[in-house]
């Protein structure tokens, strides 16, 4: 079973910074497998990225995702207010079937 | 507007059933598989269980034999059937949509994320 790690646990930054989330796979993944979510408190899950690098529908272009293999990074170009939330990586492995997240990063507001 | 909006949380004893309800709304619910995905209070996501187009079904270790998932397309609705319920089992439960793309020629294509997430339900397993 692949796991997946995520770093760092907690960023602290401020409106208007550049970050950069990593998500680390204990084996290779295909890209296609390899999704983000965001979670503001209170609400459920949002659909970030699909497919590494894919912004899902209606995401605001700061959001960009990238890696391969076992290295994947999410980056916020400029940190909006609503930003501030934790962050989820995901991804899928295919026998059997089985879908596994990130334990997550929290980005909060410095 | 698509939408998922799930019920049937509550307080159980241990040992106890629940079984949750999901009514999807807006889009095509028979055409896309569907998942159940929990998360206890401050934690993490934990994936719950998955129900595919032709009714097959999938899931992790941790509650397989114990739970059970299921769709009825004629109402728009999908279940999830837990028994022999434990305290670890406590947490918000999510009922989720797969990703489903459109490409061209009308093709369809699938990158396993899950991209419309109702509200969820919360289910406390304690004496």
């Known amino acids: 079973e692949i796991v997946l790690t995520q770093y760092p646990d907690t960023l602290s930054l401020s409106p208007g910074e550049r970050v950069t989330l990593s998500c680390r796979a204990s084996q290779s993944i295909s890209n296609s497998d390899l999704a983000w979510y965001q979670q503001r408190p209170g609400q459920a899950p949002r659909l970030l990225i699909y497919?590494?690098?894919s912004r899902a529908t209606g995401i605001p272009d700061r959001f960009s995702g990238s890696g391969s293999g076992t290295d994947f990074t999410l980056t916020i170009s400029r940190l909006e207010p609503e930003d501030f939330a934790v962050y989820y990586c995901?991804?899928?492995?295919?026998?059997?079937?089985?879908?596994?997240f990130g334990q997550g990063t929290k980005v909060e507001i410095k | 507007e698509e939408q998922l909006v799930e019920s049937g949380g509550g307080l159980v004893q241990p040992g106890g059933s629940l079984r949750l309800s999901c009514a999807a709304s807006?889009?095509?619910?028979?055409?896309?598989?569907m998942h159940w995905v929990r998360q206890p209070a401050g934690k993490g996501l934990e994936w719950v269980a998955t129900?595919?187009?032709?009714?097959?079904?999938f899931y992790p270790d941790s509650v397989k034999g114990r739970f059970t998932i299921s769709r009825e397309d004629a109402r728009n609705s999908l279940y999830l059937q837990m028994n022999s319920l434990r305290a670890g089992d406590t947490a918000v439960y999510y009922c989720?949509?797969?990703?489903?793309?459109?490409?061209?020629?009308?093709?369809?294509?699938?990158?396993?994320?899950?991209?419309?997430w109702g509200q969820g339900t919360t289910v406390t397993v304690s004496s």
């Open positions: 497919r590494a690098s």
């Open positions: 807006g889009f095509s619910f028979n055409t896309y598989d």
């Open positions: 995901q991804q899928y492995g295919r026998s059997p079937p089985i879908y596994t």
């Open positions: 989720t949509r797969d990703l489903r793309v459109r490409g061209d020629y009308g093709l369809f294509y699938y990158y396993y994320a899950m991209d419309v």
């Open positions: 129900v595919d187009t032709a009714g097959d079904t």
